[in-house]
């Protein structure tokens, strides 16, 4: 079965960086969207950042919250996903999930989840 394992999460002052990953065990050649959800406490999971390919080579959509400072990337050689967070703020508490969606034949959309990571920024 597909299995996407998180990693990277922890405790950073505001200000810091955290880069998180994301090990997939199915080819990014099959995808169709990829990318970073988080959901804090007492709020819906929301998106963060998110991949979509296309045949001109795709575009990632970012929250207007995290524009400028988060950045989404892959290997897709190794199948791994990442986000790369600078000047993080309190606001950015959350557990983050790394989703991934493929387009299957007879089967439509099918929809994969990380178990997630706590990301915690606090002085």
């Known amino acids: 079965q597909v299995q996407l394992v998180e990693s990277g999460g922890g405790f950073v002052q505001p200000g810091g960086s955290l880069r998180l990953g994301c090990a997939a065990s199915?080819?990014?050649?099959?995808?169709?969207?990829m990318g970073w959800y988080r959901q804090a406490p007492g709020k819906e999971r929301e998106p963060v950042a998110v991949?979509?390919?296309?045949?001109?080579?795709?575009?990632?959509n970012y929250a207007d919250s995290v524009k400028g400072r988060f950045t989404l990337s892959r290997d897709n050689a190794k199948n791994t996903l990442y986000l790369q967070m600078t000047s993080l703020k309190p606001g950015d508490t959350a557990v983050y999930y790394c989703?991934?969606?493929?387009?299957?034949?007879?089967?439509?959309?099918?929809?994969?989840w990380g178990r997630g990571t706590q990301v915690t920024v606090s002085s």
């Open positions: 199915l080819s990014f050649f099959s995808i169709n969207t």
């Open positions: 991949f979509t390919d296309s045949a001109s080579g795709g575009s990632t």
């Open positions: 989703h991934v969606d493929q387009l299957v034949a007879g089967r439509g959309r099918l929809d994969y």
